[in-house]
T-cell receptor
């Protein structure tokens, strides 16, 4: 029972490099989310996808792009990595955006940008 | 979304019950009360949620005040594995983004 799977778990990049963080869920959820968590802080929403085929910006979208490849997969891309993007990235999913829907999270990708 | 207030930290002894409080005095009628926890170096984990009535599941119980301006997460017998940061979050039914807005939460320490 995998739930939400994120790859890779760890990554070190140099400033200016690009990479894609992968996320897949096997719960047939409609809504998916990308958050970042900086040390000692709560999670902040980067982008979300309310349903397959739609994506929208969250609180901190600058420097990121997303793709909702299909219902299962939602990827996050850093086109030109910057040290300020060093963070832990979490993907989450829920049945829909409704208030009565719990969100399920992956284990995170720990990203360091040098 | 309405704001919640939680104590910064709490301590408990292993195998004793733990009551984690949350105040949400500006809660609206369509706000659900959610609790999540985050263990060290892990992603947040859903614990429980409710609207008006008390709720129980295998992990915990949620006691909601009659006026809904406060709630309490109850861990019936704390274990060392329950040491985590616990977040009380309000989610509005029909909210635009559906994301969770995390505050600082309560850091629970469990002593053996």
């Amino acid at each position: 029972n995998a739930g939400v799977t994120q790859t890779p778990k760890f990554q070190v990049l140099k400033t200016g490099q690009s990479m894609t963080l992968q996320c897949a869920q096997d719960m047939n959820h409609n809504s998916m989310y990308w958050y970042r968590q900086d040390p000692g802080m709560g999670l902040r929403l980067i982008y979300y996808s309310a349903s397959e085929g739609t994506t929208d910006k969250g609180e901190v979208p600058n420097g990121y792009n997303v793709s909702r490849l299909n219902k299962r997969e939602f990827s996050l891309r850093l086109e030109s990595a910057a040290p300020s993007q060093t963070s832990v990235y979490f993907c989450a999913s829920s049945g829909n955006r409704g208030g009565n829907q719990p969100q399920h999270f992956g284990d995170g990708t720990r990203l360091s940008i040098l | 979304d309405a704001k919640t207030t939680q104590p910064n930290s709490m301590e408990s002894n292993e195998e004793e019950p733990v009551h984690l409080p949350c105040n949400h005095s500006t809660i609206s009628g369509t706000d659900y009360i959610h609790w999540y926890r985050q263990l060290p170096s892990q992603g947040p984990e859903y614990v429980i949620h409710g609207l008006t009535s008390n709720v129980n599941n295998r992990m915990a119980s949620l006691a909601i005040a009659e006026d809904r301006k406060s709630s309490t997460l109850i861990l019936h017998r704390a274990t060392l594995r329950d040491a985590a940061v616990y977040y009380c979050i309000l989610r509005r039914y029909g909210g635009s983004q559906g994301n969770l807005i995390f505050g600082k939460g309560t850091k629970l320490s469990v002593k053996p």
